[in-house]
């Protein structure tokens, strides 16, 4: 069984631009989950989705964002990039609502440079 | 404010030496402990999920406990293949919190052959 995929592997921008990250959950999935992992602090939460809505989000500004398509996969798109933006972005995904305690299954995470 | 603190940052082993890593939480109603492992540059891959205290989960060489107050990772004669971050993460009570895990910082764990 296939698990989490994450495209680009890494991303290279500059100040001011936008990236789009994307995520594929494993089949059968329906929630998918978007984390920061920066140097020096950890796993931070970004962005909850299940059944294409948002359903939480973590403590980043509105210039994180995304949505969640009918297939499940999801966009994480970064707005007016800053330099401490530069970090992994995981994903991850979930059998969703039904248990919100259910096993997040991580990706490889896309590696987003801002220079 | 939900806090989990994983001990110690690092930890070095030879091939053999068992050792317990520590993941101490403070949250307002956990439903769920979590172990994974991370290994440079690529994503946490799960380990085990711990739902109530006194419950024990095993895999090869890994064995997790759950207490009210924290959760040990004991790592049963290592090899150098286990060498990695240890990352430890609590799903908690509802409102702000649902849907997302509090993650600690990691334990660095290095085997030496």
């Known amino acids: 069984e296939a698990g989490v995929t994450q495209s680009p592997t890494h991303l290279i921008k500059t100040r001011g631009q936008q990236a789009t990250l994307r995520c594929s959950p494993i089949?059968?999935?329906?929630?998918v989950y978007w984390y920061q992992q920066a140097l020096g602090l950890g796993l931070q939460f970004l962005l909850w989705?299940?059944?294409?809505?948002?359903?939480n989000r973590g403590n980043f500004p509105p210039r994180f964002s995304g949505r969640q398509f009918p297939n499940y996969s999801s966009e994480l798109n970064v707005n007016a990039l800053e330099l401490e933006d530069s970090a992994l972005y995981l994903c991850?995904?979930?059998?969703?609502?039904?248990?919100?305690?259910?096993?997040?299954?991580f990706g490889p995470g896309t590696r987003l440079t801002v220079l | 404010e939900d806090q989990v603190t994983q001990s110690p940052e690092a930890l070095r082993l030879q091939e053999g030496e068992s050792s317990s890593l520590n993941c101490s939480y403070t949250?307002?109603?956990?439903?769920?402990l979590f172990w994974y492992r991370q290994d440079p540059g690529k994503g946490p891959e799960f380990l085990f999920t711990l739902y109530s205290a006194g419950e024990e989960k095993e895999k090869e060489r890994l064995k997790a406990t759950l207490t009210k107050k924290e959760s040990f990772l004991h790592i049963t004669a290592p090899k150098p293949e286990d060498s990695a971050t240890y990352l430890c993460a609590a799903a908690t009570a509802g409102g702000t919190s649902y849907g997302k895990l509090t993650f600690g910082q990691g334990t660095i764990l290095t085997v030496h052959p």
């Open positions: 089949s059968g999935h329906t929630s």
């Open positions: 949250v307002s109603g956990l439903r769920g």
């Open positions: 991850a995904s979930s059998y969703g609502l039904a248990g919100d305690t259910d096993t997040q299954y």
């Open positions: 989705y299940d059944e294409g809505e948002e359903r």
